[in-house]
Nanobody, 122 residues
Framework: VQLQASGGGLVQPGDSLRLSCAAS????????MGWFRQAPGKEREFVGR????????YYADSVKGRFTISRDNAKNTVYLQMNSLKPEDTALYYC????????????????WGQGTLVTVSS
């Protein structure tokens, strides 16, 4: 699976932004899709993940209630809707794929997109 994330940009605190992650290959629907982020000087951090059918998503406490993950298996795409953005959300955002549910350790994910930069600043 090849992944390509897009949609990052510069926004103000309180704004919304939607990231997309397009996947190649015919097996996209068999992968759990995760979103991670990495701020300068920090380790890569789990943001959330969505199950293969798109019926359930799990989020890190830091984004719960503000971020929503969805997927469209017909389009081989997963989305990260980010609302009420804060300066501390500034990071490179990555999508990743794995076949196993329940993982938050980035080392366990097998496939990665290239990252898209989100900057939240006034």
């Amino acid at each position: 699976v090849q992944l390509q994330a897009s949609g990052g940009g510069l926004v103000q605190p309180g704004d919304s932004l939607r990231l997309s992650c397009a996947a190649s290959g015919r097996t996209f629907s068999s992968y759990v899709m995760g979103w991670f982020r990495q701020a300068p000087g920090k380790e890569r951090e789990f943001v959330g993940r969505i199950n293969t059918s798109g019926t359930y998503a799990y989020y890190a406490d830091s984004v719960k209630g503000r971020f929503t993950i969805s997927r469209d298996n017909a389009k081989n795409t997963v989305y990260l809707q980010m609302n009420s953005l804060k300066p501390e959300d500034t990071a490179l955002y990555y999508c990743a794929a794995v076949r196993t549910w329940g993982l938050t350790d980035p080392k366990r994910y097998n496939y990665w997109g290239q990252g898209t930069l989100v900057t939240v600043s006034s």
